[in-house]
């Protein structure tokens, strides 16, 4: 069970970090960006445009379903 958990930070950090060395590498290009905050069951999603929105709400579905199954997963046991 804390395999997962530790695979899931890991892949995370390796992904933050890909973005920022692709940034340094780009040249001058408009920065767009947002955040997904989730409070409980609820996900509060914040972005620059609509493309970005939405490609969070898609990224918000993918995580809620992720720790429902870890969820469901720990129980099971």
Request: hydrophobic content about 65%; glycine content about 14%.
């Amino acid at each position: 069970m804390y395999g997962v958990v530790i695979l899931m930070l890991i892949v995370a950090f390796l992904l933050i970090l890909m973005g920022f060395i692709l940034l340094s590498l780009g040249g001058e290009r408009e920065i767009r960006g947002g955040g997904v905050l989730i409070i409980g069951p609820l996900p509060i999603i914040f972005g620059t445009d609509q493309r970005v929105a939405k490609g969070l709400i898609i990224l918000a579905l993918i995580l809620t379903i992720v720790t429902f199954m870890i969820f469901v997963m720990g129980w099971l046991r």
